[in-house]
């Protein structure tokens, strides 16, 4: 998925699940240790990382997962049916996928027995969100270069606020510019090796007894 008008793709161009598996579930999922788990999607886009998310916890039957997901622009139904995720990752699948893309905007939908999804149409400067309440957060917005508006104290620090403690973000980018606005917001940072065609990428942990 490319955009012309900001001359930015959703995903790496090394591969959108290769990167998606690596820093969201490897890098987050599969680092959650308790269930149920409030999960913070800013930038739903295509939906993968909530699809790959859902898959990821149908491994384990006590995984109970309730998905928020922020994206100010919702994707065409016309796009979002060339999307060809389930072909490419499981095509057993292919209902759930079209299921969290026709779910409902604004209300919590029962996607299965113990997947929950809740998308909201807003900007993730405006939006109003749950204090102490996420335990796991997929920072995805378009890239800091693109959008620096999002990626800034003021926003990191709303994020924090809505966090659980000792939970943790986890993103793309290693920009100096973010990890510095991340650390102003009070969380402590640990930089992880990317992907392939990404050097490293940032996991941002709520410290206890933090404001
Ligand atoms: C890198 S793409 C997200 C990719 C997505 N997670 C996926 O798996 O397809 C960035 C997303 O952020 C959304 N976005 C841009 N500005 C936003 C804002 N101010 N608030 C919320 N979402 C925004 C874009 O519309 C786009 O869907």
Redesign the pocket.
């Known amino acids: 998925m490319f955009v012309p008008e900001l001359n930015e793709h ?2 790496s161009i090394h591969g959108a699940i290769q990167e ?1 598996m690596h820093i969201f579930i490897g890098a987050g999922y599969k680092e959650v240790n308790s269930f149920p788990v409030n999960i913070l ?9 909530a699809f790959l998310t859902f898959l990821e916890s149908k491994k384990d039957r006590n995984a109970e997962v309730n998905y928020t997901a ?4 919702p994707l065409q139904n016309d796009i979002v049916h060339l999307l060809n995720y389930p072909g490419q990752i499981n095509r057993n699948k292919t209902i759930v996928f079209q299921t969290l893309h026709s779910a409902s905007w604004e209300k919590k939908v029962r996607i299965s027995e113990k997947f929950t999804l809740r998308k909201i149409q807003c ?3 405006c939006a109003l969100l749950p204090d102490n309440f996420f335990e796991l957060v997929y920072f ?3 890239g800091p270069d693109i ?1 620096p508006e ?1 990626w800034t104290e003021y926003i990191f620090r709303k994020i924090y606020k809505s966090m659980t403690n000792k939970s943790f973000l986890v993103t793309y980018s290693v920009k100096g510019t973010v990890t510095r606005a991340l650390k102003a917001a009070g969380f402590s940072i640990e930089k992880l090796p990317g992907p392939p065609g990404k050097r490293e990428i940032t996991r941002a942990t709520k410290k206890e007894n933090r404001r």
Do not use: P, R
Request: charged share 20%; glycine share 12%; hydrophobic share 30%.
């Open positions: 959703y995903h998606s999607e800013v930038g739903y886009g295509t939906g993968l990382n922020i994206e100010k622009y900007d993730i400067t995805d917005a378009f959008q999002l």
